[in-house]
């Protein structure tokens, strides 16, 4: 509460610094005859210096907890204040004719674009070390090779006395595989469907019927991912089981088929509405040319568009694919937690993230190789992921196209 009321507090005197600032310059402005820059371009550059140094104060005194307590709080108020006038009347009193305040803003615009960029360059970079220094940490009890080639994955269970750690095997080959699996079969879905259909919305479909199934399908990318677990859970794995004993198959009530069929249903709007945009933007000079030469529509579509909707395509399927890759809550509730290697999409198996979340669940020992392990795998999601998109990328510089 205390950090909502002091940075209620700098907005309003940002508000009052902007009236003020441009009070000031509409008076010069009389008196003077004309600026070099209008008055609310000073009154914008006031309320900057007053709220910007004020407001990152704020911030990083709530941070960090200077002073803790009451009196620290009240030393907030105080000292956030003293910056928030201080940088006012400073601001206010450099206020001429001759001020380029436009300028100034401008610099000032660029200076807090550049703070964003770096806060985001800097958490991706305290991310990736954190998992690599605590990932450096559980390779230093359980070997490297263990954990990329071993093939059983029982973090929960001592197996020998002389085992490092003697908290189980780490074997993470298990893992992976099932989590390629389960991307497999989503991608499986959600590829040709996604693509058929941003075909047909962005080729065949009237705009009236587009304006309607457009919007429909961009609605299942709003439904949150804990939906899907449950109907995944509750109505596909038991539909799939009783299917598959209905035909003689064994089926599990956690089959990978399930969670990879409604995941391959999440993943499917945003291949469908990133491969529709796409298609869409293609030179329509380039279509129309093709039709004009004797093409067909399919013609046109498979050796036209298509190959000019290259890049965008590849990007869409790459989202897909890193969406299925870190996607946690349906396969916590509809896959399997034993790990398991095994190609049969009607068994259970477990993924990474079922993995991570599992072993960070509850009360943990940050000093156990059997807690660190969720980094180590963390950080090999992070190398996979990485990879993928520069294989990606450079597919894309191959064989895209550039249209003036």
Known sequence: MTGFLVLAMVVAVALG????????????????????????????????????????????????????????????FVVVLSVAVAGL???????TAQSKARVQLEAALKMLLAAGSAVAILTTIGIVLSMVFES???????????????????????????????TGLFGAVPVFAGTVLISLIAMAVAAPVGLMSAIWMAEYAPERVRAVVKPLLEILAGIPTVVYGFFAALTVAPWVRDVGSAIGLQASSESALAAGAVMGIMILPFISSLSDDVLRAVPRAMHDGSLAMGATRSETIRKVVLPAALPGVVGGLLLGVSRAIGETMIVVMAAGLAAKLTANPLEAVTTVTVQIVTLLTGDQEFDSAKTLAAFALGLMLFFVTLILNIIALRFVRRYSEMYE
């Open 17 to 76: 610094g902007y009236g003020l600032g441009k009070a000031k310059a509409r008076t010069i402005a009389i008196s003077a005859g004309a600026m070099r820059s209008r008055p609310g371009h000073h009154g914008l550059l006031v309320a900057v210096w007053c709220g910007v140094p004020s407001g990152a104060l704020a911030l990083a005194w709530l941070a960090f907890d200077f002073i803790p307590g009451a009196s620290g709080s009240a030393a907030l």
């Open 136 to 166: 450096i940490r559980f390779f230093s009890m359980v070997p490297l090779h263990e954990f990329l080639f071993g093939l059983e994955w029982s973090p929960q269970i001592a197996l020998r006395d002389d085992q490092v750690g003697s």
């Open 89 to 95: 009347a400073w601001s206010r009193s450099r206020i």
